[in-house]
């Protein structure tokens, strides 16, 4: 007898094999059966009409810390997302020497964009080791999470002040190797690290793995090769990357004999460079290491809180009351001076300022939520400025700063999407990069299935169901070696989406003020997403947590196999 039975469903198993209607049969906290079935249930969930799918895994989060206080990984969860990894970057929170909570804390604070209050109210920071890090939060999840160990992390652990300013010496360097394999051997899927140059710690002073030797990082990498199902992450820089650091790249990943990703692809650009950055994983090609790069598939949408108290001349009319405001517009003299400064920031061209028409209102309770200022000014018939000095200042409107992924020039054009999709298709490419859990009050990622879903799937028609669903399920899957998930077949675990497919999609960016210590952080709904199940448990149904905690702590060599870089190349050749 099966425990539940979802009958009917169009079943997109992972693979990128066509879609199907059949049945999917389940025992505990695995799918024992899918196709036909007449054996009894003792649930059967009627799913016709629906699609059933294997659950999304999103392989870069910052959670290490939110799942201190929240284990439903919200709002990764509401958009089918049913495993997560954390500690990406080099910033996870374990190892921890004595004392070095309040650094790591603020730290994170910083770099991840994490309210120091929240952290600071998550409880007490009193493990050392990894191992006791993992025992924390393995008491009860929504969602399956795995961790990697955090090159800052292990470096402020042995070399305390001096992380930040010196490179190791032989002892200390032969003690982070020893602390790495410690956390390995306690289950971290891997080893993370950055030389990103924007990454500061609580101090204002370079991240402790900035200060590190090429030399350092790749001893550290090699401390995978004796751990099983144990993988490799990196930032190398944002923008174009420099040839030593694509040599760094291919010089981790064969030392490790493992897989290396990188993020992010075309972060933060102003012009196309995605093709100089993938030059990365030809040339660790050439060399028989194996260097993917994440994207995020969407638009980068991040919050610009502080965009009109910074136009000349806006500050004090944008912190006065909405009489104040009104009048202000409506005053011809008052009028011609905020326009003034509004077109001057304009002129200038200030990276991500310079286009205000690809700007987007934030708040779900605005007729003109979710549209850009171009889309409003044509539907008004006015200039952008016009809907600046009408719309978002007038309604006190949060705007959020589009900034077109991999294709700045095209934009949110259809034609933007299209070159954008066809990059996601290339093999040296992988979907992913939310940095959900990261970067709270400035931008929402943890909703990418439902976008890619919802707009690239269903409303431009750019990828097909199966090839959506395999890029987000069964690809990062592969590449972590996460055993017997991904897919929707007999014998692998029970975690698993519903969703229409007429309707999911995700809803609005939205503040909201639930983190510890009354902090404010960015979610979004979703729509369409019926049931997600982890470990064949209903964890949301109809958009909300159930309650239910089935998700399970991932432990390298437990959780996942191990992938080889000549298991890599096999892979390639058969495609």
Known sequence: MFDIVLRGGTVVDGSGSPAAVADVGIVADRIVAVGSLDEPARRTIDVDGSVVCPGFIDLHTHYDAQLLWDDTADPSSLHGVTTVIGGNCGFSIAPLAPGDADYIRRMMAVVEGIPLSALQSSGQ????????????????????????????????????????????????????????????????LGFSSSLGEGHTDGDGRPVPSRAASFEEFVALAGSLRGHPGTTLEFIPTVGPIPDARMQLMADMSLAADRPLNWNLLGSLASEEIFEQQLRASDLAAEQGAHVIALTLPDLMRMRASSLLPGLPGW????????????????????????????????????????????????????????????????????????????????????????????????????????????????????????????????????????????????????????????????????????????????????????????????????????????????????RGIARVLVGGREVITDGAHTGARPGRVLRSGHDTQTVTLPEVRRSRRRR
């Open 125 to 188: 920071w009193d493990w050392t080791s990894f191992g006791e890090y993992l025992a924390r939060i393995d008491r009860g999840l929504a969602v399956n999470a795995g961790f990697l160990v955090g090159h800052s992390a292990v470096r402020r652990a042995v070399m305390g002040d001096d992380a930040t300013r010196t490179e190791a010496s032989a002892a200390q360097l032969a003690a982070m190797v020893e602390l790495v394999e410690a956390s390995l051997a306690e289950g971290a």
């Open 315 to 526: 500050g004090e009319v944008v912190g006065s009351d909405a009489a104040t405001r009104r009048a202000a517009v409506a005053d011809p003299g008052a009028r011609a001076r905020l326009r003034e400064g509004a077109e001057r920031v304009s002129e200038r061209s200030l990276g991500v300022l310079d286009d205000f028409a690809l700007m987007e209102v934030g708040d779900s309770g605005s007729i003109w939520a979710g549209r850009s200022l171009g889309e409003i000014a044509a539907r008004r018939g006015t200039d952008v400025v016009d809907v600046l000095l009408d719309v978002v200042l007038v309604e006190a409107l949060t705007l959020y700063v589009v900034l077109p992924s991999l294709t700045p020039s095209l934009g949110r054009s259809d034609e933007g999407w299209r070159a954008r999709v066809e990059v996601w298709k290339d093999p040296r490419v992988m979907l992913g990069g939310s940095d959900a859990g990261a970067h709270l009050d400035l931008m929402c990622h943890a909703n990418y299935p439902t976008v890619v879903l919802g707009e690239v799937v269903r409303q431009r028609g750019l990828l097909s169901l199966e090839q959506a669903v395999a890029m987000m399920t069964d690809r990062p899957a592969r590449h972590y070696g996460l055993t017997e998930r991904g897919r929707v077949a007999p014998g692998w675990f029970a975690d698993l989406v519903v969703f229409d497919p007429d309707e999911v999609g995700s809803g609005p960016t939205e503040l909201r003020g639930d983190l510890p210590g009354g902090g404010e952080r960015l979610c979004a709904a979703s």
